[in-house]
């Protein structure tokens, strides 16, 4: 275990400061102590560990890191991101936004974040376990890993196959353990995971987005109407989440108009079909090339400055610098990333009258599901098993009532559609809902009440009081 020095670095790197920045600032709309603001941004522990593994026939050293933010909930809750560009600041950084993520949208989680320093594309199958098992296997001897400790969930480079690995393993090494399944989100359903999980994080991004543009009063001072019906949008990132979150973005009415990736851009202002986009990038390998596009960019980052109402950056962190904010044409950002948009950048684009929606409240979407998976592993009970059934006979009883007294006569499918009870998607994506509606709204209440320039930091005000709360309740704080 060591201590988190970004600066001990050969380079340079400011994510995590730039995460603490965001703090100081809304620590001038509250009136906390600065000492327990100090220990708010912390992170109180970081294991920075190395281990070998086979390649062929020779060694490879992987570096990797597991960060816990924030103990002032337990367990801890973040990904684990599988990535040549993973460093140490960025694995702090991420924590520390997981922690106020959770936060924001009242889960009660400490926030974590985890890196192995490899691009996933070098590594045979076979490889990728035995690196994603090695790694479960230190987590567990340092006691970085648990139902009740320390959760990790996809992120990054990874997804269901890795987070079974990382159960089996643990399983393996806990034997008896009976809620041994809750060290781990984002697990197949196979393996007890949730339905709605891997879609969770593109669906939040959507219904952010969707209260973002509810509000007539703030859509009137960018001059937009109401709704997302007819909202242009350009989104980077075709990986799960800029696929998810253009596919409901899509069915709750918007026009995506730009697709941005690594080999480049594509834009047409009539709109792109998602599906056959993807289908157009898995035969070619490229979305570049696509006859329905009626611009194309080799430079990804011109794809970003096109016309639109709504830029979504769902890709990594630092998009949206100062360098390009100025030839942004969209009038709000929504971030499905995390840190996309530096703090300068952000200054620059509220300063033009746009909107953020940001990331720790927009992409929270993961690890609410996350958590209503958490929850099922420990009750050991899917949701909808013990209600549904009987949801459904007492609609049925009920609608036999009405009929038998009313005279009128329900069609098979309208009796269908009211007797139905609910599945578990259909609850986990209610519950989602609710969520992000309730989250957005407390969010901008809380800027509107204490005159604050901007939603980031209102967020991270929601959040800091929240954080300052719970230290106070366990009377670690006077």
Sequence with gaps: MTNANPSSSKEEFHFFADVCSYVDQA????????????????????????????????????????????????????????????????????????????????????????????????????????????????????????????????????????????????????????????????????????????????????????????????????????????????????????????KFLLELGATIVGFCEYEGAIYNEDGLDLEDVIKHRKESGSILAYSKAKKEFKNSAEGLEQPCDILVPAALENQITEKNVGRLQAKIIGEGANGPTTPGAAAAFLEKGGIIVPDMYANAGGVTVSYFEWLKNLSHVAFGRMARRYDENSSTNLMNLIESTTGITLSAEQRRVVVKGASELELVNSGLEDTMVRSYHEIREKKMQRNIDSLRTAAFVVAVDKIATSYSNMGIWP
């Design 27 to 246: 620590a001038k709309y509250s009136n906390h102590d600065p000492g327990l603001l100090a220990q708010i941004k912390a992170c109180n522990s970081v294991y920075r560990f190395q281990f070998p593994i086979r390649k062929g026939n020779s060694f490879e050293i992987v570096h990797a890191w597991r960060v816990e933010h924030s103990h002032h909930m337990s367990p801890t809750k973040g990904g684990i991101r599988y990535s040549d560009m993973v460093n140490e600041d960025e694995v702090m950084a991420l924590a520390a936004l997981m922690t106020y993520k959770c936060a924001i949208v009242n889960v009660p989680f400490g926030g974590a974040k985890g890196g192995i320093k490899i691009n996933p594309k070098n590594y045979s199958v076979a490889e990728l376990e035995n690196i994603t098992r090695r790694y479960t296997v230190e987590l567990t001897k340092k006691n970085f890993i648990g139902p009740g400790i320390d959760v990790p969930a996809p992120d990054y480079g990874s997804g269901e196959r890795e987070m079974s690995w990382i159960a089996d393993t643990y399983l393996a090494m806990n034997p008896g353990s009976l809620d041994a399944l809750g060290c781990v989100t984002g697990k197949p359903i196979a393996l007890h995971g949730i339905a709605g999980r891997k879609e969770a994080t593109g669906r939040g991004v959507a219904y952010a987005i969707r209260e973002c543009v509810s509000v007539a009063e703030d859509m009137k001072k960018l001059g937009l109407t109401p709704g997302l019906e007819g909202k242009k949008i350009i989104v980077q990132g075709l990986g799960n989440v800029g696929y998810h979150t253009s």
